[in-house]
């Protein structure tokens, strides 16, 4: 089946059953400056390894903004009010994927809420979810136990986290650190 160019949906060169999705703030975050997020280059390091399709998730209305402090704000009252923020385009043949790693920064014990709304308009009957996320220090506490109590009849498989910074300046630690947790789950 060929695909429509995407600017959020990458595949894979071959067919895959896992998709990797994730959302990732840039711009000015807790550590420095950033042209691409840090969610982003741990996302694409677990695609590289797995081979799998890649998806972006980015709002619809520019929900998220590049600037640490108002995103976090943003952030709270989305988690206070159990917010579905929208986002732009969505995977193609979703029911194709068995694997679902999914992920985003860790921001009072959650994902963005942009995954969750992800989440939410998929059926994952016979889905495996696998939680990944950058953080400044929480690490992924909550996010897995959020999965599991949220989508009760899915897998999930033990997640990962890593230091948000350390995406940045040490991308072939991360490389191997996320090598050596794949091969432990699956």
């Known amino acids: 089946m060929k695909v429509k160019k995407s600017k959020y949906f990458k595949a894979a060169k071959e067919n895959t059953d896992k998709l990797v999705v994730y959302f990732s703030a840039k711009g000015f975050q807790a550590n420095g400056m950033l042209t691409k997020g840090n969610t982003a280059i741990l996302a694409e390091i677990i695609r590289d390894e797995l081979h799998a399709d890649l998806f972006e998730l980015v709002s619809n209305d520019e929900h998220y903004p590049n600037d640490y402090r108002p995103l976090l704000e943003i952030s709270k009252k989305d ?81 990962i986290s890593i230091n948000g910074s350390d995406t940045q300046a040490d991308k072939n630690h991360v490389k191997k650190v996320i090598k050596n947790w794949l091969t432990s789950i699956l």
């Open 79 to 159: 988690i206070d009010s159990n917010a579905r923020p929208m986002y732009q385009e969505d995977v193609p043949d979703f029911a194709k994927y068995k694997y679902i790693f999914i992920g985003g920064p860790a921001w009072f014990f959650y994902w963005p809420m942009i995954n969750y709304t992800f989440l939410d308009n998929h059926d994952l009957t016979d889905k495996t979810l696998i939680p990944f996320a950058t953080h400044a220090g929480s690490g992924l506490k909550g996010i897995d136990d959020h999965l599991i109590e949220m989508y009760p009849n899915n897998k999930v498989l033990k997640g």
